[in-house]
C-alpha cells in the first residue's frame, strides 16, 4: 500500500497548469512542522513536500495561497530523470488524491491576490439506491 496524509502549510504560490488534453495540474509544496525532545531542550523541525494535485488543481488554486493551512492524502511517487551533466538524479513527490480544508486562515491572504469566497457545498437530499445483497454473482 502506498499513502501519505500530511497536514501542513502551503509554502510558496501555487503553480497551475494545462496538460493539451486540458487537465489542469497544480504543484506546490507543503511545510509540516515537528516538534521532539532531545537532552531535554524542545527541537523544533519543518520538513518540506512536494506536492502534484491532478484532482482538484483548480479548486486549490482558487482556495489556497501561500501559508494557507491544508490536509491532503495522496501517495509517493518517485521522479527520475537525468541532469544536463548526464547525471542521474531523482526526487519523491506526493501525487495528490484528496485534500480538506484545515483552517480558515484570513491572516495570511496575500495582498496581491484577491480574497477568495469561501466554497459552496452542496447537500444532495437523493435517496441512496437499493442494493440486492441477496445475488449469488459478488466476485469474492
Known amino acids: 500500500m502506498n499513502s501519505v496524509s500530511i497536514i501542513g502549510r502551503i509554502g ?3 503553480s497551475l497548469r494545462y496538460l493539451p488534453s486540458g487537465k489542469a495540474v497544480a ?3 507543503i511545510a509540516v512542522d515537528q516538534s521532539y525532545k532531545k537532552d ?3 527541537v523544533e523541525k519543518t520538513s518540506w513536500f512536494d506536492i502534484v494535485a491532478f484532482n482538484g488543481a483548480e479548486a486549490i488554486n482558487q482556495y489556497f495561497n501561500k501559508g494557507s493551512k491544508i ?3 495522496g501517495e509517493l511517487e518517485q521522479q527520475t530523470w537525468q541532469d544536463q551533466n548526464g547525471g542521474n538524479r531523482s526526487k519523491v513527490i506526493i501525487k495528490l488524491r484528496s ?3 484545515i483552517d480558515k486562515n484570513t491572516d495570511n491572504e496575500q495582498p496581491d491576490r484577491p480574497k477568495r469566497p469561501d466554497p459552496e457545498v452542496k447537500v444532495y437530499d437523493s435517496p441512496l439506491p437499493e442494493v440486492d445483497d441477496q445475488e ?3 466476485p469474492f
Request: aromatic share 16%.
Open 40 to 42: 531535554g531542550q524542545k
Open 27 to 29: 504543484s506546490f509544496s
Open 99 to 101: 485534500f480538506d480544508f
Open 12 to 14: 510558496g504560490d501555487i
Open 71 to 73: 490536509g491532503i492524502t
Open 136 to 138: 449469488d454473482s459478488i
